[in-house]
């Protein structure tokens, strides 16, 4: 069992920047790999970065040059820097974490950027 908690979410003018971090707990020697995933009103869930346990970086197109995943393994916390948000980066964003026979999830924290 992994359990994932996020925080930092919350309400920003486009142009701004926010961070999140999502601590994991539990059986965190058996992640892969760790990302986030957002969902806008009336969408689906899409990858935005992912972060795996050799270091190895993705990211989606929309937030390349603007968003950084990072983690800091001391304290089994990931983050995601998201700089010059824009409205449509608007969405709940999930924290996610890839084991060998499962994926597990966060509650989601929501961002919403103003224009």
């Known amino acids: 069992q992994v359990q994932l908690v996020e925080s930092g979410g919350g309400l920003v003018q486009a142009g701004g920047s926010l961070r999140l971090s999502c601590a994991a707990s539990g059986s965190i020697f058996s992640i892969i790999a760790m990302g986030w995933y957002r969902q806008a009103p009336g969408k689906q869930r899409e990858l935005v970065a992912a972060?795996?346990?050799?270091?190895?970086?993705n990211y989606a197109d929309s937030v390349k040059g603007r968003f950084t995943i990072s983690r800091d393994n001391a304290k089994n916390t990931v983050y995601l820097q998201m700089n010059s948000l824009k409205p449509e980066d608007t969405a709940v964003y999930y924290c996610?974490?890839?084991?060998?026979?499962?994926?597990?999830w966060g509650q989601g924290t929501q961002v919403t950027v103003s224009s």
């Open positions: 996610n974490a890839v084991l060998v026979i499962r994926m597990y």
């Open positions: 972060i795996t346990s050799g270091g190895s970086t």
